[in-house]
C-alpha cells in the first residue's frame, strides 16, 4: 500500500506559479512511477505529467509542456509539481498517483494505469 498526501494548492493569478508536492509513504517509494493528473469541474480526469522511478524519464500532456516541470526526490519519498506561466484553464483539483506496473511510455497517460491516489489539492487560476 502506498499513501499519497497532496499540498500547495491554491489561488494564483494568471501568470503566476505554484509548487505542489505529493509526500508518500507505505511501500518502497523509489519503486513507483509517480504521476499528476487534473480533473476540473464537469471534466474527465486528465494527464498533467508522470516521472519514473529513477527520474530518467518524464512525460508531459501537450497542454503543460514548457509551463510545468515534474520532479521526484526520493530521500523525501516527494514527487513535486512546479507549474509556471499558469492559466485559467489550469485551474482543477490535482491528484498526485503512484503506479509501480511494467509501463510503456503509452501507458503513463491513461489513469487506469495508476493503483494509488491522493485525495487531490485546489488549484485556481484567476483571470
Known amino acids: 500500500q502506498v499513501q499519497l498526501v497532496e499540498s500547495g494548492g491554491g489561488l494564483v493569478q494568471a501568470g503566476g506559479s505554484l509548487r505542489l508536492s505529493c509526500a508518500a509513504s507505505?511501500?518502497?517509494?523509489?519503486?513507483?512511477?509517480m504521476g499528476w493528473f487534473r480533473q476540473a469541474p464537469g471534466k474527465e480526469r486528465e494527464f498533467v505529467a508522470t516521472?519514473?522511478?529513477?527520474?530518467?524519464?518524464?512525460y508531459y500532456a501537450d497542454s503543460v509542456k514548457g509551463r510545468f516541470t515534474i520532479s521526484r526526490d526520493n530521500a523525501k519519498n516527494t514527487v513535486y509539481l512546479q507549474m509556471n506561466s499558469l492559466k485559467p484553464e489550469d485551474t482543477a483539483v490535482y491528484y498526485c498517483?503512484?503506479?509501480?506496473?511494467?509501463?510503456?511510455?503509452?501507458?503513463?497517460?491513461?489513469?487506469?494505469?495508476?493503483?494509488?491516489w491522493g485525495q487531490g489539492t485546489q488549484v485556481t487560476v484567476s483571470s
Open positions: 498517483a503512484a503506479t509501480n506496473r511494467f509501463s510503456y511510455e503509452y501507458n503513463y497517460f491513461s489513469r487506469l494505469q495508476y493503483d494509488y
Open positions: 507505505g511501500h518502497i517509494f523509489s519503486t513507483y512511477a
Open positions: 516521472v519514473t522511478w529513477s527520474s530518467r524519464n518524464t
